[in-house]
């Protein structure tokens, strides 16, 4: 690399390389890169093209490039990750967004807009297992009448998620709280109309086939759902019918795979009534739905 470098011709030297090596969307990588390291968006890099480069500027660039060919994520490169539009801040402190798990929101949204809240009570979620905070925060945005309350086994995880849900004006709207699975809110007298979580569910017996990305950079407590990969949907499940309204909805974000054995775990328990499971945006089941028997 050399200090007369463009925009152009690194970001041709880049791609080919990363290709070379197998980095997914080398393109894409490139650019993110380069533009972070320049401080600009992607459309910036276009507009300056023939913009030549300092040594600085391509010494930064290059340390980047190596934390990507060692497989670090693109995320917590940057620092960043987009969902539901909004920009979220990401480390190694918590799982990177997916857009599979929009579906929780959408969902959400869906069913307590169908509630008649005419009552004049707000309704009430639990984010069980927030990780960054993002379904929290999207909610308190689009229901800035809801209580919230968010919580996990981390207290890294928490600090991050406080950082987002400041950054994005709702640290009031959320009441964060640190323990695992139902301790946080049990024995509080809190009843929700709606649960949410994404929890640990990979297989154990498929962890160490993740890619590199995911099985050495994100954490592993937030991932690894023991053998079968259902130990947490199984306990989300049977616990939920406790912290529940009646008529209220648990909602959970599974493998493909677990949702045919959540279902049926949710048809031998009692007290739920509605259930389905939703496809995500490659038509696979992800999420599963259920409701807790109304007082007839």
Wanted: aromatic share 8%; glycine share 8%; proline share 5%.
């Amino acid at each position: 690399m050399t200090e007369s470098w463009t925009i152009k011709t690194l970001l041709q030297i880049s791609t080919d390389y990363l290709e070379k090596k197998g980095i997914e969307s080398p393109r894409l990588t490139s650019e993110v890169l380069l533009a972070h390291q320049l401080g600009v968006d992607r459309v910036n890099l276009y507009i300056n093209f023939d913009k030549p480069l300092s040594q600085i500027e391509i010494s930064g660039y290059r340390d980047l490039i190596k934390r990507r060919l060692r497989r670090e994520p693109l995320q917590y490169i940057t620092g960043i990750q987009e969902f539901w539009s909004l920009v979220f801040a990401v480390d190694k402190r918590v799982l990177i967004p997916r857009p599979e798990t929009e579906l929780l929101v959408e969902t959400c949204l869906s069913h307590l807009q169908e509630t008649d809240w005419r009552n004049g009570r707000s309704p009430r979620i639990l984010d069980l297992g927030t990780g960054s905070g993002i379904l929290a925060i999207c909610l308190a945005k689009e229901l800035p009448h809801a209580r919230i309350w968010a919580t996990d086994v981390s207290a890294d995880a928490l600090d991050l998620a406080r950082q987002n849900a400041e950054t994005h004006g709702v640290q009031g709207k959320i009441e964060f709280r640190e323990g695992d699975m139902w301790g946080p809110v049990a024995g509080q007298n809190i009843l929700f109309d709606m649960i949410l979580s994404n929890p640990p569910y990979v297989a154990l017996e498929d962890y160490d086939n993740l890619p590199a990305e995911v099985r050495d950079f994100e954490p592993e407590k937030a991932l690894n759902g023991e053998k079968g990969g259902m130990k947490y949907i199984e306990e989300i499940i049977a616990g939920s019918l406790d912290f529940l309204e009646p008529g209220g909805w648990v909602m959970i974000e599974m493998d493909p795979n677990q949702t045919s054995k959540a279902l049926g775990l949710i048809g031998t328990i009692g007290g739920y009534g509605k259930n389905f499971r939703i496809k995500d945006y490659t038509h696979s089941y992800r999420v599963v739905a259920a409701q807790r028997k109304p007082v007839c």
